[in-house]
């Protein structure tokens, strides 16, 4: 199983609403990723899980927060965003948290989020 | 500071071959990569290539790394429809973040 699964594929919300994008890999990783993904742009590196552990925030704002309740499992929350905030989130997974080295990223299809 | 730079678009006939070439600033890169997106998708790793390395062949694919120029290109052989998509060039600090450059559109023609 070499897959990143990321649910909802689709998520529609108001600036009030709270909602979770859902991430899971079964590959035994212990690094794991969110990336935003705005139209015809490179992905933007968020935060990154290591042995479950929050090793990076790219100074994401706090409307953004992750969770990571097993080395499986990665959720992002989401609370009064804007509608800026509009873009495709992207997991991913690699074996360890890449220092220079050749750790495979594998990246989930994302969740499309619209915010209005 | 770290920035990998790379054309925005290349269009080609299918049966041709595609280059997409890329810059990268940072001389401490041990690997360079070449992730594929097509439209809708995540992003796939295609390929990718030890700061020690001048080449790597791969089927279609043929990675070229000029490291003295800090220069990395990525050759697809007899490119099809199916190759139609964003090809984006990264490299690996020794912060462990992947440094993605704009992507190159891909465009084949029958």
């Known amino acids: 199983d070499t897959e990143v699964t990321q649910t909802p594929k689709h998520l529609v919300m108001g600036m009030t609403n709270k909602k979770s994008l859902k991430c899971e890999q079964h590959?035994?990783?212990?690094?794991m990723y969110w990336y935003k993904q705005k139209a015809k742009k490179p992905p933007e590196l968020m935060f990154v899980?290591?042995?479950?552990?929050?090793?990076i925030n790219e100074s994401v704002p706090s409307r953004f927060s992750p969770e990571c309740p097993n080395s499986s499992l990665l959720n992002l929350h989401l609370h009064a965003l804007q509608p800026e905030d509009s873009a495709l989130y992207l997991c991913?997974?690699?074996?360890?948290?890449?220092?220079?080295?050749?750790?495979?990223?594998?990246f989930g299809e994302g969740s499309r989020l619209t915010v209005l | 500071g770290e920035d990998v730079e790379q054309s925005l678009f290349l269009s080609v006939r299918e049966g041709d071959s595609s280059v997409i070439n890329c810059t990268y600033t940072?001389?401490?890169?041990?690997?360079l990569y070449w992730y594929k997106q097509e439209p809708g998708a995540g992003l796939q790793l295609l390929t990718y290539?030890?700061?020690?390395?001048d080449m790597k062949q791969d089927q279609r694919l043929t990675v070229l790394l000029n490291k003295k120029d800090k220069h990395l290109s990525l050759r697809i052989a007899d490119t099809q429809t199916g190759d139609s998509a964003i090809y984006f060039c990264?490299?690996?600090?020794?912060?462990?973040?992947?440094?993605f450059g704009q992507g190159t559109e891909l465009s084949v023609k029958p």
């Open positions: 991913a997974s690699s074996q360890v948290v890449l220092a220079g080295g050749s750790g495979e990223l594998f």
């Open positions: 590959m035994g990783h212990r690094a």
């Open positions: 899980y290591s042995y479950e552990k929050l090793s």
């Open positions: 940072d001389s401490s890169s041990t690997y």
């Open positions: 290539i030890f700061s020690n390395m």
């Open positions: 990264a490299e690996s600090n020794q912060g462990g973040k992947l440094i």
